[in-house]
């Protein structure tokens, strides 16, 4: 099929070119050029989004829904082009990239119905007391309000749900907030082609064009403008730790701090406790190398640790992991940093004393096969580089002495996204102990699953204490995402005609 791409930015409406390019690197097909972001096209961006805030930010609940309504359906009608462009870029298989160009469209629909039930604007009336006394009370109401424009940095690792049109998208737009959208490298083709379809929503509804910006690629400096312009009131980041806190503290040293709402990456551990292992360990091993390889390990929700009794059960654990690791073919990852920095991780945990190589296969390519190794509780508690996320197909095996030790180990993990616990009736009281320690490290606890797979949904929590994400009172997934781009205003004494309609 023909793809109709431009190569250029997509600002308020207007496709531009800065004047200078960059190349894509696909896993398949012929690179392409792509023009290169500014910090001026950055600046146009950001201040006709401030524009628009004027009338977007006030409109109707109803026509911010059936606008997100329009972009899912404008997507999906270019989701032939979508799926292939999307696997040339990336390398992911089709059946991925139309899952997740569902639950791209997916999204927006479950925003516009949010905002159309109204729930999210915690709207609250103390009625007043005049003849109170010592002090009379007054009338007051208070509603969340958007914030102004927002950042989105796009994901390396979801080239649709988590960047041009994914969640922090979608929830800023139905905030009422324009977004302005830093492309991610990885993926310009595929980003050229949601934001088209964004910009078709846009003129079907007749909006301010500065709604919606994409800038594509650019050095560092176009990164930096964005957060730090005037403009941008909060901005919505996945990625990697030392790039996110890069981002975070250039937020905080603004002459206006803004939030910034960084998802950073995790090792998402997974305590498998004594009775599920003597139940069902080689089972377990299976299925967690099944998830600790799926995409290729590029997931933030990846289950990169598992920590388990060392015992005679836990062998078959060990020992079907491995063989389950055997019968995993090479897979392409996202990008050849990506890929280049696996290798790394790889070899640095190799490399690490008291740590035992279980399988392995190094690939100078962009392919990866998965890395398998085991260790002890102590060398685990002497080696905090051990609990670094490495990006990929790499699992790590714990074996501790006891629960106790356990509960010593879990005490000392950073912030997660989430913590798997794996468990039979017989561990119910081991399991009571871990807990308390377990909800103050994540965002997400579960049983007897795997965390790849963040289901969209009104209580899903897809956010965790630091390094898993910069504000751990916040998620990027679910309906609840939406209050990070809204904030409480109180009316007090103020006439019933000139409140917000929200309110009236």
Not at 171 to 180: E, K, Q, S, T, Y
Not at 470 to 495: D, E, H, K
Request: glycine share 12%; net charge negative; charged share 20%.
């Amino acid at each position: 099929m023909a793809l109709d791409l431009t190569g250029k930015h997509l600002i308020a409406g207007t496709w531009k070119s800065s004047g200078s390019t960059f190349k894509s690197e696909p896993a398949t097909g012929e690179a392409r050029e792509f023009s290169t972001g500014t910090p001026d096209l950055v600046d146009e961006a950001a201040k006709a989004a401030e524009e628009a805030f004027w009338t977007y930010g006030y409109t109707s609940r109803e026509a911010r829904a059936a606008f997100l309504e329009t972009i899912a359906e404008e997507i999906e009608k270019r989701g032939a082009e979508i799926t292939e462009i999307g696997t040339q870029e990336t390398g992911l298989p089709e059946a991925r990239l139309n899952g997740e160009r569902g639950r791209t469209t997916g999204q927006l629909k479950l925003f516009a119905k949010h905002i159309r039930e109204g729930a999210y604007l915690d709207r609250r009336h103390d009625e007043a007391m005049p003849d109170r006394q010592p002090m009379p009370r007054p009338d007051l109401r208070m509603i969340q309000r958007p914030i102004g424009p927002v950042a989105v940095f796009g994901a390396s690792n979801f080239p649709l749900a988590f960047s041009t049109a994914g969640g922090d998208t979608a929830a800023a737009l139905a905030a009422g907030c324009p977004v302005v959208v830093k492309g991610h490298g990885a993926h310009p083709g595929t980003g050229e082609i949601v934001a088209q379809a964004i910009d078709a929503a846009i003129k079907a509804h007749n909006l301010h064009p500065g709604v919606f910006s994409l800038v594509q690629g650019g050095d560092r400096k176009v990164g930096e403008a964005l957060v730090t312009h005037p403009m941008i009131k909060a901005v919505g980041f996945t990625g990697s730790l030392g790039g996110g806190r890069a981002l975070y503290n250039l937020c905080a040293a603004r002459p206006e701090p803004i939030p910034f709402f960084g998802e950073l990456g995790s090792i998402n551990p997974m305590f498998v406790m004594p009775e599920a292992v003597k139940a069902r360990g080689a089972e377990l091993g299976k299925a967690w190398v099944g998830s600790l390889t799926m995409g290729a390990g590029q997931f933030c929700t990846n289950p990169g640790v598992a920590i388990v009794l060392d015992t005679t059960e836990s062998g078959a654990f060990v020992s079907a992991a491995v063989e389950a690791a055997k019968d995993v073919s090479k897979q392409a990852m996202l990008t050849d940093g990506i890929a280049e920095a696996y290798r790394k991780g790889a070899e640095r945990v190799s490399k690490t004393e008291g740590v035992k190589e279980l399988i392995g296969e190094a690939n100078a390519s962009r392919h990866a096969s998965p890395y398998l190794f085991e260790t002890t509780g102590e060398v685990w508690a002497r080696d905090e580089s051990l609990g670094e996320e490495v990006f990929g197909p790499l699992g790590i095996v714990v074996r501790v002495k006891s629960v106790e030790e356990m509960a010593e180990l879990a005490k000392g993990l950073h912030g997660q996204l989430t913590v798997t616990l794996h468990m039979d009736g017989g561990d119910a009281e081991a399991t009571k102990t871990l807990l308390p320690i377990l909800e103050r490290k994540a965002g997400r606890l579960l049983a007897n699953g795997f965390p790849t797979g963040v289901e969209v949904a009104d209580a899903m929590v897809h956010g965790g204490p630091y390094p898993a994400s910069t504000n751990f009172g916040a998620t990027s997934v679910g309906t609840l995402s939406i209050r990070r781009f809204l904030r409480p205003v109180c009316y007090q004494n103020m006439p019933e005609g000139v409140l917000p309609d929200d309110l009236r």
